[in-house]
């Protein structure tokens, strides 16, 4: 099948999976069986299932203002002339854009910086994003203080 990738409709047993290993992605395939109630053999392969699947990551979150990264803000870019996709492609592979999304509205794409401090991100903005080629304009949102950031997209909502 290549890299194609199929949309797959979660049970209830999956959106559990992911919601405890949200809450603790270290957890044992042993600890894991236990709370959904299946073996641990039964278990292992379902989260692999769902990690190969592309369904969920296991990851490492640090909060940037204590590794080092104090500065963090949204960028709405407009773009002209080009395929905003070829725009997001070239955001994607800078070191301190952190999320880049294509949307409609006022702004053809946005993305997120994370910087060491404002010279940081001037440059950042300066040189590294308004020279993409089709870059029109920008507009920055600098975040003064996250009131909120949560992961728990998998969890179960009904």
Not at 73 to 100: F, Q
Request: with cysteine; hydrophobic share 40%.
């Amino acid at each position: 099948m290549g890299d194609e990738t199929r949309a797959r409709a979660l049970d209830n047993t999956d959106r559990l999976l992911i919601d405890l290993l949200q809450k603790d992605g270290r957890a044992s395939f042993t600890a894991l069986a236990k709370a959904v109630g299946l073996s641990e053999g039964a278990v292992r392969q379902r989260v692999q299932r769902l990690l190969r699947d592309d369904l969920m990551q296991i990851v490492a979150v640090t909060d940037p203002a204590n590794v080092d990264l104090t500065r963090q803000a949204m960028v709405g870019i407009n773009v002209d002339g080009v395929d905003p996709r070829e725009v997001a492609g070239k955001l994607s592979e800078l070191t301190n854009v952190h999320y880049v999304v294509l949307c409609a509205g006022r702004y053809d794409l946005l993305a997120e910086l994370v910087c060491r401090d404002d010279d940081h991100m001037l440059d950042v903005l300066g040189e590294d994003i308004r020279k993409i080629p089709g870059v029109s304009g920008t507009e920055l949102f600098v975040y003064l203080k996250l009131a909120k950031q949560n992961y728990s997209w998998g969890r179960l909502t009904a």
